[in-house]
Protein backbone atom coordinates (compact mmCIF):
# COMPACT_ATOMS: atom_id res chain seq x y z
CA UNK A 1 0.00 0.00 0.00
CA UNK A 2 1.58 3.61 -1.17
CA UNK A 3 2.12 6.10 1.33
CA UNK A 4 -0.71 8.14 -0.28
CA UNK A 5 -2.94 5.39 -0.04
CA UNK A 6 -2.10 4.47 3.89
CA UNK A 7 -2.54 8.75 5.02
CA UNK A 8 -5.89 8.64 3.24
CA UNK A 9 -7.52 5.64 5.08
CA UNK A 10 -6.17 6.99 8.27
CA UNK A 11 -7.97 10.50 7.40
CA UNK A 12 -11.25 8.49 6.19
CA UNK A 13 -10.90 5.81 9.07
CA UNK A 14 -11.29 8.98 12.07
CA UNK A 15 -9.52 7.37 14.36
CA UNK A 16 -6.67 9.94 14.44
CA UNK A 17 -7.97 12.81 14.17
CA UNK A 18 -5.94 13.91 17.19
CA UNK A 19 -2.75 12.65 16.70
CA UNK A 20 -2.56 13.91 12.72
CA UNK A 21 0.78 15.55 11.32
CA UNK A 22 -0.14 19.17 9.83
CA UNK A 23 2.01 18.26 6.99
CA UNK A 24 0.69 15.09 6.30
CA UNK A 25 -2.97 16.74 5.93
CA UNK A 26 -1.42 19.56 3.91
CA UNK A 27 -0.05 16.94 1.35
CA UNK A 28 -3.28 15.12 1.06
CA UNK A 29 -4.72 18.58 0.06
CA UNK A 30 -1.91 18.73 -2.37
CA UNK A 31 -3.03 15.69 -4.21
CA UNK A 32 -6.26 16.34 -4.76
CA UNK A 33 -4.99 19.83 -6.74
CA UNK A 34 -5.68 22.41 -3.58
CA UNK A 35 -3.85 25.64 -3.89
CA UNK A 36 -2.28 27.64 -0.84
CA UNK A 37 -2.86 31.20 0.12
CA UNK A 38 -0.57 32.97 1.73
CA UNK A 39 -2.02 34.30 4.73
CA UNK A 40 0.54 37.12 7.08
CA UNK A 41 -0.20 35.00 10.24
CA UNK A 42 -0.59 31.46 11.60
CA UNK A 43 -2.88 30.36 9.52
CA UNK A 44 -2.99 28.60 6.09
CA UNK A 45 -5.97 28.90 3.96
CA UNK A 46 -6.56 26.63 0.69
CA UNK A 47 -8.88 26.58 -2.27
CA UNK A 48 -9.81 24.45 -5.00
CA UNK A 49 -10.91 26.09 -8.69
CA UNK A 50 -13.85 24.86 -8.90
CA UNK A 51 -14.96 23.73 -5.50
CA UNK A 52 -16.48 26.27 -3.33
CA UNK A 53 -15.35 26.86 -0.08
CA UNK A 54 -11.68 26.70 1.51
CA UNK A 55 -10.07 25.01 3.78
CA UNK A 56 -8.53 26.77 6.96
CA UNK A 57 -5.78 25.00 8.76
CA UNK A 58 -4.02 25.59 11.62
CA UNK A 59 -1.06 23.33 13.83
CA UNK A 60 -1.50 22.83 17.40
CA UNK A 61 2.19 23.89 19.05
CA UNK A 62 3.45 20.18 18.81
CA UNK A 63 3.38 20.48 14.62
CA UNK A 64 -0.45 18.29 14.92
CA UNK A 65 -3.22 19.43 13.51
CA UNK A 66 -6.60 20.71 15.23
CA UNK A 67 -8.63 17.13 15.24
CA UNK A 68 -11.87 19.36 14.46
CA UNK A 69 -9.82 20.71 11.26
CA UNK A 70 -9.27 17.32 10.10
CA UNK A 71 -12.75 15.97 10.52
CA UNK A 72 -13.14 19.78 8.78
CA UNK A 73 -10.82 18.62 5.68
CA UNK A 74 -12.42 15.11 6.02
CA UNK A 75 -16.05 16.03 5.80
CA UNK A 76 -15.52 18.27 2.81
CA UNK A 77 -13.35 16.20 0.75
CA UNK A 78 -16.13 14.00 0.38
CA UNK A 79 -19.04 16.60 0.78
CA UNK A 80 -17.45 17.69 -2.88
CA UNK A 81 -17.12 13.98 -3.55
CA UNK A 82 -13.61 14.10 -4.34
CA UNK A 83 -13.14 11.08 -2.09
CA UNK A 84 -16.00 8.52 -0.81
CA UNK A 85 -15.92 6.17 1.87
CA UNK A 86 -16.17 2.76 1.01
Known amino acids: MSRKEKLLLKLLSGNSDANFDIEDLIQILMWFDFEERRTGGSHRIFSKIGVE ?34
Open 53 to 86: GIINLQKTKDGKSKSYQVRQVRDFLVANKLVSYE
